[in-house]
């Protein structure tokens, strides 16, 4: 069975720092492509971030929304299963509940819309106060 477990959430002041980690488990993770989406109170779940799988022409190639760029950074350790999220630079405005999600084979690009993921995990609140 599938299980995607994230943590390192929390309180955090604006211009303040953190770093999600999301714990996969009964996969092969390699396989999968990997993304992190946040969704705020009254608003949809959005696209954060993606990692491509390690295989295929675009491997560990990674994608971000535009609101985010140049402040966050995703990356994944095939050896410990997880992918994680760096978060520099918080503003309010990223105060959400971040899910990550996974995808077989699937390219960064493609894990961009939240209807295609395979799996997703509980989600880990993030509240940046200003």
């Known amino acids: 069975q599938v299980q995607l477990v994230e943590s390192g959430g929390g309180l955090v002041q604006a211009g303040g720092s953190l770093r999600l980690s999301c714990a996969a488990s009964?996969?092969?993770?390699?396989?999968?492509?990997l993304g992190w989406f946040r969704q705020a109170p009254g608003k949809e779940r959005e696209f954060v971030a993606a990692?491509?799988?390690?295989?295929?022409?675009?491997?560990?190639?990674?994608m971000y929304a535009d609101s985010v760029k140049g402040r966050f950074t995703i990356s994944r350790d095939n050896a410990k299963n997880t992918v994680y999220l760096q978060m520099n630079s918080l503003k309010p405005e990223d105060t959400a509940v971040y899910y990550c999600?996974?995808?077989?084979?699937?390219?960064?690009?493609?894990?961009?819309?939240?209807?295609?993921?395979?799996?997703w995990g509980q989600g880990t609140q993030v509240t940046v106060s200003s």
């Open positions: 999600a996974a995808r077989v084979r699937s390219t960064a690009q493609a894990m961009g819309v939240p209807g295609r993921s395979d799996y």
């Open positions: 009964g996969m092969t993770f390699s396989r999968y492509g």
């Open positions: 990692i491509s799988w390690s295989g295929g022409p675009t491997t560990n190639a990674e």
